[in-house]
């Protein structure tokens, strides 16, 4: 009983833990590795991509590709 208490519990923590935790990668020259950061509400997302952090040069929203363009409006409507 004791056993199965301790294991319910760590689920839950986990579980705190997965909904509440997010990261993103940067993308320097040398310097590249994972952030982690709390997100401000639970999600079921963990990697987020941070469009803002990285030395290449920045394209105008019509010069972007579906995908990027994707990412840009997903994240303007969840900030």
Do not use: C
Request: hydrophobic share 45%; aromatic share 12%.
């Amino acid at each position: 009983m004791k056993k199965s208490a301790i294991l319910l519990g760590m689920a839950l923590a986990l579980t705190a833990l997965w909904l509440n935790l997010g990261f993103y990668e940067t993308y320097f020259a040398e310097d590249n590795r994972a952030v982690f950061f709390i997100k401000k509400y639970p999600t079921l997302q963990v990697r987020f991509e941070n469009i803002f952090l990285s030395d290449q040069d920045d394209k105008p929203l019509e010069r972007l590709s579906d995908e990027e363009r994707s990412v840009v409006i997903d994240t303007a409507n969840t900030g």
